[in-house]
């Protein structure tokens, strides 16, 4: 996606967009709310998206409600990331039959039609694009997902409000989206409309048909600031330097102190953008003859994540706690040059006992093991 | 349509090629050698170290390393245990049977540029599969090598794979071969005990200053076996050993096999011990 200079236009109604862009043959991803959270699933025509609910999020808590009707983006992440449409949670990757000589091997492409995200957040994108350096990593890249990216179009909506679980600012990931959309979108002051950005080409295309208004000096300032006030109201964040103090404490004793509480589900990394961990399992129908191999998703919290013969090697909560942290936060950098955590705040809500990966980062970083 | 990549199309890491078994043989018991062909597409050109992912129809696919000849390029070989589901039906594979391969993967044993030096192997158990093609590349070129020595522990006299062979290899006049079991066995006239009594020995009579060592066992042994090395006065730079974590892709992307920031499938198995020598010592890491 190349920068483009386009001025920022205004849009009153974000739905106007939307059936734009199905109009022109997108199928668009957006926010719906199910089951009292928001989910990100294929917009109908006619769907409506979410206008008027904001979330309240906390340790192991996240309440979807009502909140003031004419603000269209006031809630921020849900249980659900981008990455199950990008990286599905259960995907076909080839299939064998049995042939007179031996068998055949098919591999198996899924349907993905262009698709618009729209609604992803800053830290979404960042997330994204730490998952797009795990997929091509230099020697091998996944087919499915380099397709499935190129196929997408993302309409970034840039957050005006953080919940409490919140701590992009700190990652250095949001809450204002700089790169990495076609599309993004600021909510202005309610009923005033929203600010549209153009980061692509093909952006530009979608937004030119739309004859929109164009912004002025002040709308732009205004959406900075909204963002800024995001930002500004976060009350978490990341303790610098994480990297290389988790490195120097695979020892301490706070991970034993968490593992206490920690119930060892994985919800975590499930509920987190990045993790980007799987299994296979192959599938055989009853006469045997034909078989499937399947991708899903898994977490470094099972035990049987580090079986080999003998036994799984982390056995303990507290190692597989550490496997957890020490990957988000230090050796991913070492890994691929970013840090696997952006700050999106879903380990900490979606954990059912609420364990906080700020709080357990700060704990160890100001109670470092001494060095032999 | 089978997996064979068609041109111009990428092809997918996840897919595996069919190879068919030209020969299988059992080694002892519960383990088996095969030597494959490629059915689609061409053979596999690899280095002594990498492994393969082998597909056996309908049960699964596993990490198998490379036991043959890395010179010769007309044959792929594997030695299996079994284990469990899958390598039970690998090691169960027959002359005409199919097979899946995707490979080859990971890093190597960097026996070339140990050239001129006295290379010390330490195996234990299966782990002379994986340093098999190491140690020919050894003997075929030995007298680029200032010394060859193999210490080779199993459990029992019955647990030694490639026997016959490591006999021919020790009735060269230019090996020192030392063959140790835990627990001997009636008619067992070797050594009893474990590979670092033996290291230690065949230690003292070689220049550490000239010493490369290749380890591959089970961990406990390498890092004793790294322990003797280091006591001995040999630099843990010129110390190799290769790891092995549960693996569900070798291509990075599953990230079963991550051992701190290194996926062993690609960054591994093959390690400068110290680069792994902290790590080994950590707990359930
Ligand atoms: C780099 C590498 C090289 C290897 N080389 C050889 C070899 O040359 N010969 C040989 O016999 N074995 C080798 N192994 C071990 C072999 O992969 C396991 O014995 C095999 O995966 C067991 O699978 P299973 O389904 O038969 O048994 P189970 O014990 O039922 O295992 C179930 C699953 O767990 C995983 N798993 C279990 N044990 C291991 C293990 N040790 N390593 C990785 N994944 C494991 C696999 O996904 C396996 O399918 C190697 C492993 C690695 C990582
Ligand atoms: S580790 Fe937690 S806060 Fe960080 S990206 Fe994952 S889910 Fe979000
Ligand atoms: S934190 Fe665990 S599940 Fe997530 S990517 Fe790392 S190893 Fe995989
Ligand atoms: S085996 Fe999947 S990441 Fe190494």
């Known amino acids: 996606m190349s920068a483009s200079p386009a001025p920022a236009l205004l849009i009153d109604d974000p739905a106007v967009l939307v059936e734009a862009l199905q109009r022109q043959g997108w199928r668009v991803i957006g926010p719906q709310a199910r089951d009292g959270a928001i989910t990100y699933d294929p917009l109908t025509p006619g769907a409506t998206l979410p206008k008027g609910l904001t979330d309240t999020q906390e340790g192991g808590h996240y309440r979807l409600g009502a909140g003031d009707p004419g603000r269209w983006f006031d809630y921020v992440v849900g249980p659900q990331s981008w990455k199950k449409h990008l990286f599905p949670s259960r995907q076909k990757l080839w299939e064998a039959s049995r042939t007179d000589d031996g068998f055949a091997v098919t591999p198996v492409q899924d349907d993905y039609p262009k698709t618009a995200f729209f609604g992803v957040r800053a830290c979404e994108i960042a997330a994204m694009e730490v998952q797009d350096r795990v997929f091509d990593n230099g020697d091998f890249a996944d087919p499915g997902y380099g397709r499935r990216r190129a196929a997408t179009l993302i309409v970034a909506v840039n957050c005006t409000r953080a919940a409490a679980t919140c701590f992009c600012a700190s990652m250095q990931t949001g809450p204002r989206a700089k790169a990495g959309f076609d599309i993004a979108l600021t909510e202005l002051a309610t009923g005033t409309g929203l600010l549209v950005e153009v980061g692509s080409d093909r952006g530009a ?22 963002s800024a006030a995001a930002a500004a109201m976060q009350t978490r964040a990341m303790p610098p330097g994480m990297a290389g103090v988790l490195a120097a404490n695979l020892d301490h004793p706070q991970w034993q102190v968490v593992a206490d509480a920690c119930l060892s589900c994985g919800n975590c990394t499930m509920a987190c953008p990045t993790c980007f961990c799987s299994d296979v399992e192959d599938v055989n129908d009853l006469s045997g003859d034909h078989t499937e191999r399947w991708r899903t998703w898994d977490s470094c919290f099972t035990v049987d994540f580090t079986y080999v013969h003998g036994g799984a090697v982390r056995r303990s909560t507290a190692s597989r706690y550490r496997q957890w942290m020490t990957h988000k936060l230090s050796s991913w950098e070492a890994q691929f040059g970013t840090s696997g955590c952006v700050g999106c705040g879903r380990c900490i809500a979606w954990c059912p006992v609420g364990i906080d990966i700020t709080a357990e980062a700060a704990a160890i970083a100001a109670s470092p093991v001494p060095k032999e | 349509m089978t997996a064979m990549p068609k041109p111009g199309a990428m092809p997918d890491p996840m897919v595996p090629r069919r190879f068919r078994v030209r020969k299988a043989w059992d080694e002892i018991d519960g383990v088996a050698t095969m030597e494959l062909d490629p059915v689609d597409g061409p053979q596999i050109a690899f280095q002594p170290g990498q492994f393969n992912m082998l597909y056996a129809f309908g049960v699964g696919e596993i990490a198998v390393s490379i036991s043959g000849d890395a010179a010769r390029a007309d044959t792929l070989t594997h030695t299996t245990r079994a284990v469990g589901a899958v390598s039970t039906a690998i090691t169960r594979l027959k002359a005409g049977d199919m097979v899946g391969v995707r490979g080859p993967f990971g890093s190597a044993w960097p026996i070339a540029e140990q050239e001129g030096r006295h290379i010390v192997f330490v195996a234990g158990g299966l782990g002379l599969a994986p340093l098999r093609p190491a140690i020919y590349h050894v003997l075929n070129n030995r007298d680029r090598y200032a010394g060859f020595t193999l210490v080779y522990g199993a459990r029992s006299p019955s647990e030694l794979v490639f026997a016959d062979e490591v006999k021919d290899w ?66 843990a730079e010129r110390q190799f050993v290769s790891l092995e974590r549960n693996m569900k892709c070798a291509i990075g992307f599953c990230g079963h096999c991550q051992y701190g920031a290194d996926f062993i499938c690609r960054d591994g198995p093959v390690f400068r011990y110290d680069a792994v020598a902290a790590r080994l010592k950590l707990k359930e890491f």
């Open chain 2, 170 to 235: 020790k009735s060269r006049f230019d090996t020192e071969i030392e063959v140790t079991v835990d627990h001997a066995a009636p008619g067992w006239t070797g050594h009893v005990g474990v590979v670092t009594t033996w290291l230690d020995k065949t230690l003292l009579t070689v220049d550490p200053a000239t010493v490369s060592a290749f380890m591959c066992g089970p961990e406990i042994m390498m890092r004793f076996s790294a322990a003797s090395l280091a006591n001995a006065g040999v630099a």
């Open chain 1, 205 to 226: 295309e979608i937004v030119d048909g739309l004859d929109l208004p164009r912004a002025n000096a002040a709308h732009r300032a205004e959406a900075e600031a909204a």
